[in-house]
T-cell receptor, first 111, second 115 residues
Framework: DADVTQTPRNRITKTGKRIMLECSQT?????MYWYRQDPGLGLRLIYY???????NKGEISDGYSVSRQAQAKFSLSLESAIPNQTALYFC??????????FGQGTRLTVV | AQKITQTQPGMFVQEKEAVTLDCTYD???????LFWYKQPSSGEMIFLIY??????QNATEGRYSLNFQKARKSANLVISASQLGDSAMYFC????????????FGKGTRLSVIA
């Protein structure tokens, strides 16, 4: 089993729908992140969390919200999806060492 | 504010040759870390190599090495003896160690290895 698991892996949704992307980790890390990847733009940070009570906005948080339900779980919500939120979404974790560990990604299409 | 620049959107290299992927960064912190990740066509992000700002020697991991030039603020990735499986997107990233700052990525370089 993967250390960082994202569900769903692929999702097609309609404009205006609410959608939640889930992330769970078994690494015991405090720090969790949500990134969005668009072609030619690299990975951009949406939200990050250092523990259950500490949530921070990233570079592109508008239109998104997050919930840190437990140390191991960090979910990303799109309250009212729009087509330009079509992207590949990554959850990542980091412990006391420096490198981040990524989930497999969620490919979201908003039609 | 930290910033990562990868100026090569795409690169080609002949199989078995070495290739250098460029990365420059901007930070006012003295303590930071530099990372390279590989993203094959399957989409997952694979950690390759790490260099700390205070590390005196360039990092190496198998065929990967990081050419760290602190004064120039560059952290280029060198892949030796390229293989067809090295064809992928490569991302440079940085994290400042003052405060709990997150990892910030460049826009990536697509490497294509030619047989």
């Amino acid at each position: 089993d993967a250390d960082v698991t994202q569900t769903p892996r692929n999702r097609i949704t309609k404009t205006g729908k609410r959608i939640m992307l889930e992330c769970s980790q078994t690494k015991g890390h405090d720090r969790m992140y949500w990134y969005r990847q668009d072609p030619g733009l690299g990975l951009r940070l949406i939200y990050y969390s250092f523990d259950v009570k500490d949530i921070n906005k990233g570079e592109i948080s508008d239109g998104y919200s997050v919930s840190r339900q437990a140390q191991a779980k960090f979910s990303l919500s799109l309250e009212s999806a729009i087509p330009n939120q079509t992207a590949l979404y990554f959850c990542a974790t980091r412990g006391t060492r420096s490198e981040a560990f990524f989930g497999q990604g969620t490919r979201l299409t908003v039609v | 504010a930290q910033k990562i620049t990868q100026t090569q959107p795409g690169m080609f290299v002949q199989e078995k040759e070495a290739v250098t992927l460029d990365c420059t960064y901007d930070t006012s912190d003295q303590s930071y870390g530099l990372f390279w990740y590989k993203q094959p066509s399957s989409g997952e992000m694979i950690f390759l190599i790490y260099q700390g700002s205070y590390d005196e020697q360039n990092a190496t991991e198998g065929r990967y090495s990081l050419n760290f030039q602190k004064a120039r603020k560059s952290a280029n990735l060198v892949i030796s003896a390229s293989q067809l499986g090295d064809s992928a997107m490569y991302f440079c990233a940085m994290r400042e160690f003052s405060g709990n700052t997150p990892l910030v990525f460049g826009k990536g370089t697509r490497l294509s290895v030619i047989a």
